[in-house]
C-alpha cells in the first residue's frame, strides 16, 4: 500500500517536469517568423524602349527578414497609383522564381523585359512583389508575407525611335544638292544675280 502511495506521489513530480520542458520550447516556436524584403530603389529601363524590343531589366533583390526558412514567389501585379498605363504582367519575364531563402539570406532575381511588336508608346507603371508562400493544410499555399517595389518603364513613339533616320535623311538631301551644283557647273549654264 505505501509503495502504491509512494508512485503516485512522484507521478505527479513527472508530470511537472514534462509542463515545464514543454512550456520552455513553447516560446522558442511562438517567436519564429515569416517575412519578405525587397531593394528599395525601383526597377526601371535606364532608357526608353522600343515595340518589338528585348531587354535585361535590373534584377530585383529580395531578402528574407524572418528566422525561418521559406519559399518566396515574385510576381507582378499593379499595386502603386498613378496616371501610367498598367505594364502587362505578360511582357516580363522573372527568370527564377519559386525558390527558398535562408533567414537573413538574399538573392537577386533576373529579369527579362519582351515589348510586343504593337506596344503603344507611353509610360508604364507595375510593381513587382515578392510573397512568402506557406504550405496549407489542405494542400494549396497561402501568402503569409509581402514586399513589392515599383516597376517603371517608357516606350519611345516613333518619332523619336528613329532619330539615326532624320541623320541620314538630312546627309541625302545635302548630297543631292551637291550633285545638282556639279551637273549645273558642267553643263555650262551660269546663274547670274543682279541687284536693283
Same mark, same amino acid.
Given at each position: 500500500?505505501?509503495?502504491?502511495? +509512494? ?5 505527479p ?5 514534462v509542463?515545464? $520542458?514543454?512550456?520552455?520550447?513553447l516560446?522558442?516556436?511562438? &517567436? ?7 531593394g528599395? =530603389?525601383? $526597377? ?9 524590343g528585348?531587354?535585361?531589366? /535590373?534584377?530585383?533583390?529580395v #531578402?528574407?527578414?524572418?528566422t ?5 514567389? #515574385?510576381? %507582378?501585379h499593379?499595386? @502603386? ?10 511582357? #516580363?519575364t522573372?527568370?527564377?522564381n519559386?525558390?527558398?531563402? +535562408?533567414?537573413?539570406?538574399?538573392m %537577386?532575381? /533576373?529579369?527579362r ?11 508604364y507603371? =507595375?510593381n513587382?512583389?515578392? @510573397? ?18 515599383k ?8 518619332? @523619336?525611335s528613329? /532619330?539615326?533616320? +532624320? $541623320?541620314?535623311l ?7 544638292a ?5 551637273? #549645273?557647273r ?7 544675280? &543682279?541687284?536693283?
Amino acid at each position: 500500500m505505501s509503495r502504491y502511495v +509512494r508512485n503516485t506521489r512522484r507521478w505527479p513530480r513527472a508530470l511537472i517536469a514534462v509542463l515545464l $520542458i514543454g512550456g520552455a520550447m513553447l516560446p522558442a516556436s511562438a &517567436e519564429a517568423s515569416i517575412g519578405a524584403g525587397v531593394g528599395a =530603389s525601383p $526597377i526601371a529601363l535606364a532608357q526608353p524602349g522600343h515595340a518589338g524590343g528585348t531587354y535585361s531589366l /535590373p534584377g530585383l533583390y529580395v #531578402v528574407n527578414t524572418g528566422t525561418v526558412t521559406t519559399g518566396y514567389v #515574385v510576381r %507582378v501585379h499593379r499595386l @502603386s497609383p498613378g496616371h501610367q498605363k498598367v505594364l502587362p504582367a505578360a511582357w #516580363v519575364t522573372i527568370e527564377r522564381n519559386n525558390f527558398t531563402l +535562408r533567414p537573413h539570406r538574399s538573392m %537577386v532575381v /533576373p529579369l527579362r523585359l519582351r515589348l510586343p511588336a504593337g506596344a503603344t508608346p507611353g509610360s508604364y507603371l =507595375s510593381n513587382l512583389v515578392a @510573397s512568402t508562400a506557406v504550405p496549407h493544410h489542405h494542400g494549396g499555399t497561402t501568402l503569409g508575407a509581402a514586399a513589392a517595389t515599383k516597376l517603371e518603364l517608357a516606350i519611345a513613339g516613333q518619332g @523619336s525611335s528613329t /532619330p539615326w533616320l +532624320r $541623320i541620314g535623311l538630312a546627309v541625302a538631301a545635302l548630297m543631292v544638292a551637291a550633285a545638282i551644283a556639279a551637273a #549645273v557647273r558642267r553643263s555650262g549654264i551660269r546663274l547670274r544675280v &543682279e541687284r536693283h
